[in-house]
């Protein structure tokens, strides 16, 4: 268990209950291992000639401290304490694994004895020997604290005058949480903590996988990418790469009725560092919310992301008053603008870039990383994201042309709410234009195209030799509403059926590139079948399930969304080798070696958009800016489901019944029993309970 002191302290507790079922007493030894980093973690692996000489430790009462560059500019330290006194102790973790041995074979374990070592320089490590005697039926609780600790400034050292650490601000909380009541009391808040959370939105489905990611894990990875974006993460090499302003935008999506409060907060501090031009920085620091200079800007997709969250939380939560929050731009004092302000800047920066086709100029990229079509990157190593050569005036983006309309379409709501009609047919004719222009050039025939290269050609288009069709525009241009009404929705969809659908999900675009192109970038770097190279990129399959429920088809969007469901792959663990709990950033393509292998879990937008897709699409409760609309699209075969959700402070049980085994459409609503026009469910502030209940038919 991972616990959060105020104080500047941080705990990890891990806490073991021995029974002894035997009819004798037995004694064991218990062994316990942390390695100490120094603190940075690129440093760490890097810059050995000083890491391995300024290493130190103390260890005082059975507590191990690690003090590393504590006598210098740090004032804070890690411990490892145990609720019963160590039988010995290392921290010199050569003593400890013996010379030429590893950490599967410990010398120190093997013999059964510690050698209460001090490090000096290396890599201090913190090792503790317990010796227990069970008698016949006895049980004990041992508890082992992990700890990180800050003093002040001012009272670094104790006495004053020495190099040792100053243990008193810290021993009062080693000892509350030594014992078993302060550690129980802990573990109860914090699973009370995640079942009001967890209870904000809880359904009952015939399926148990669904059942199982919304009611649990997927959202317990939505509270993960939340916290951490793409950043600093406790997984892989734990160094990333800040907050993404795409990303964490996309990561509030499913994320803010969990805690509307902070996503208000992230909301302001992501636009705080969008720029007067209403682009924006590519990622910005958490520490301290500043844009990040090294990544620099010039994705054009990016300030688009912030119309989406901004509308999908005034849906939520019913808080217009954040449109009238005054933030700056780039974070400069006196550059203050209303939040309202900051979305018609980010739309106007679409429209003020549009190129040759009259579609949105790519810049650096859109939502996909790696299709550089201004970058013509030739040098190994160079970064396909900070690089341009190309003054960007000629390649386009069909996908930035989909957002645009989609966040138009809702920006239009906003205005015409705040300042009537008139004001907001400005986007609602913005939004026409750019659909002309996608269906003068980024139709193909069957499906959308993907873009237009530095050269004017198409990207993602029969003409192509390779990388025909790409999934991305398929779902955005269709999540905008576009060829819903006239069938060429549906062709698109068909096509993404035929052509980029697999059993593993559905891939990013085919066939793969076998070559790298100069013209394209990162995106033909990877084999093909992984990565931006034609994996099933899992943040994509939602859009696509998306836009299969709003066109009825309940079966497609849930088979789509069982596909890469983890749960339900978790029979074919030997293949998606990954937690069968959480979305990992991208599965291996038809066309890779390692088909159906899913790698690069927790951190991905995938966990916010499948959890919209199920919670909001298939299952179809969906927060609008006039209320909850209940419009399920569901496998047919289903008798209907419940669920149980917050509303804006309202409490709804809701009961779907699917007598007739249709996919979609209700036929028949009632609000505590009375019946309801349309499928909208409002509530007012008073009424805290209410039971929805609906019926779909033909
Ligand atoms: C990674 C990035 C995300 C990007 C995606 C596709 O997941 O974090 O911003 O959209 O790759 O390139
Ligand atoms: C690499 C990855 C891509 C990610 C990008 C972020 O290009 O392939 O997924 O979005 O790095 O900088």
């Known amino acids: 268990m991972r616990y959060f002191v105020p104080l500047g302290t941080t705990l990890e507790v891990w806490q073991l209950t021995l029974t002894n079922q035997r009819a004798q007493a037995v004694d064991l030894s218990i062994f316990s291992l942390v390695e100490f980093c120094l603190w940075d973690a690129m440093d760490d692996a890097t810059n050995f000639q000083r890491n391995y000489s300024i290493g130190e430790v103390e260890v005082a009462d059975g507590i191990i401290y690690h003090k590393s560059e504590y006598r210098e500019r740090r004032n804070h330290f890690a411990y490892l304490a145990c609720s019963q006194p160590p039988a010995g102790f290392d921290t010199d973790r050569e003593t400890f694994l013996g010379a030429y041995r590893g950490l599967d074979s410990p010398l120190a374990v093997e013999r059964g004895s510690l050698s209460n070592s001090i490090a000096h320089g290396w890599q201090p490590i913190g090792a503790m020997h317990i010796r227990m005697h069970l008698e016949a039926g006895e049980q004990q609780t041992i508890i082992f604290l992990l700890g990180y600790h800050e003093n002040p400034e001012e009272a670094k050292f104790d006495p004053p005058e020495t190099q040792l650490v100053n243990k008193r601000t810290v021993l009062p909380i080693i000892q509350k949480y030594l014992q078993v009541e302060s550690v129980q009391a802990a573990f109860n808040r914090l699973q009370e903590y995640w079942c009001s959370l967890l209870g904000r939105f809880q359904v009952n489905t015939p399926d148990i996988h669904t059942n199982r990611m919304v009611n649990i894990w997927n959202v317990y990875q939505l509270m993960a990418t939340f916290n951490f974006s793409r950043s600093a993460s406790y997984f892989e090499s734990g160094i990333g790469r800040g907050m993404g302003f795409r990303d964490s935008n996309q990561d509030l999506l499913g994320f803010m009725h969990l805690l509307p409060e902070r996503t208000r907060e992230r909301i302001l501090d992501l636009a705080a560092t969008q720029l007067p031009s209403g682009g924006a920085y590519h990622q910005y620091q958490p520490l301290t919310r500043r844009g990040n200079n090294e990544v620099g800007s010039g994705f054009n997709d990016d300030p688009l992301w912030l119309v989406l969250s901004v509308c999908a939380y005034i849906a939520e939560t019913g808080d217009w008053s954040i449109l009238d929050q005054p933030v700056a731009y780039d974070n400069l004092p006196g550059s203050e603008e209303s939040l309202y302000g900051h979305l018609q800047r980010s739309l106007q920066y679409t429209l003020d870039r549009l190129g040759p086709h ?100 198409p990207v993602g288009s029969t003409e192509c030799l390779e990388g025909q069709i790409y999934i991305e525009p398929q779902g955005m241009c269709v999540m ?30 085919q066939p793969g590139y076998t070559r790298y192109y100069l013209n394209l970038g990162e995106i033909s770097s990877y084999p093909p079948g992984y990565k931006e190279n034609g994996s099933v990129f899992c943040h994509t399959n939602p859009w696509i399930m998306i836009a299969e429920a709003m066109l009825g088809n309940g079966a497609r969007a849930h088979d789509y969304y069982l596909r890469i469901n983890p749960s339900n792959r978790e029979e074919m663990s030997e293949v998606h080798r990954c937690e069968p709990y959480v979305y990992a950033q991208m599965i291996a393509g038809r066309e890779a070696p390692t088909y159906g292998e899913a790698k690069n879990s927790w951190l991905t937008g995938t966990a916010a958009w499948n959890y919209v897709a199920i919670t909001q699409w298939i299952l179809g409760i969906r927060p609008g800016l006039d209320g909850l609309h209940i419009d399920p699209c569901i496998p047919p075969e289903w008798d209907g489901f419940s669920a149980e959700r917050t509303y804006q402070g309202s409490r709804l049980h809701i009961t779907v019944h699917n007598p007739e085994h249709v996919s979609w459409g209700v036929v028949r609503l009632e609000k505590d029993g009375i019946p309801v026009e349309g499928n909208v469910i409002r509530v007012d502030a008073e009424s805290k309970e209410h039971q929805v209940e609906a019926w779909m038919g033909k």
């Open 358 to 457: 009259g579609l949105p100029l790519i810049g650096r990229a859109d939502w996909n990383d790696c299709l550089n079509l201004n970058c013509f990157s030739g040098s190994p190593g160079q970064s396909f994201q900070t690089t341009t050569n190309k003054d960007g005036k000629v390649a386009e983006s069909v996908f930035i042309a989909g957002l645009f309309i989609r966040s138009a379409l809702d920006m239009a709501k906003l205005v015409e709410k705040r300042e009537g009609e008139p004001a907001a047919e400005y986007y609602l004719q913005a939004a026409k234009q750019l659909e002309k222009a996608v269906w003068e050039a980024g139709w193909d025939g069957a499906w959308f195209r993907r873009a237009y290269d530095d050269f004017g050609d």
């Open 480 to 509: 905008a509403g576009l060829g819903v009404m006239d069938g060429r929705a549906r062709v698109a969809l068909d096509s993404v059926a035929d052509r980029l659908a697999t059993p593993h999900g559905i891939l990013l675009h």
